[in-house]
């Protein structure tokens, strides 16, 4: 059974910094791309940026661009998202997500899903 757990979410002032991580387990995930979402309460589901297996390819919403960083350890089967400069509007919840290509996950298409891990930026 595959199971993508997300944590590291929290409370930060505006300006902090948090670092999420998501695991992936329970199947080979070899050549998979992995990414970040967010969604608010009662929105759509906000890309936020992806990252290919190799690393060599990764892709970020114009939002989050120069503040946040994606990265991954093949070794874990893990994804990391580096969050600096937070703003009260990045507040949300933030899901992990595991696809074949950086494409289709730009595009919002993903094989599996985390339950998500809040974020909340205080002013």
């Known amino acids: 059974q595959v199971q993508v757990v997300e944590s590291g979410g929290g409370l930060v002032q505006a300006g902090g910094s948090l670092r999420l991580s998501c695991a992936a387990s329970g199947r080979t995930f070899g050549s998979y791309a992995m990414g970040w979402f967010r969604q608010a309460p009662g929105k759509e589901r906000e890309f936020v940026a992806a990252?290919?297996?190799?690393?060599?390819?990764?892709y970020y919403a114009d939002s989050v661009k120069g503040r946040f960083t994606i990265s991954r350890d093949n070794a874990k089967n893990t994804v990391y998202l580096q969050m600096n400069s937070l703003k009260p509007e990045d507040t949300t919840v933030y899901l992990c997500a595991v696809g074949p290509s950086v494409g289709m996950l730009v595009n919002g298409r993903a094989d599996y899903w985390g339950q998500g891990t809040q974020v909340t930026v205080s002013s």
């Open positions: 990252i290919s297996w190799s690393g060599s390819t990764t």
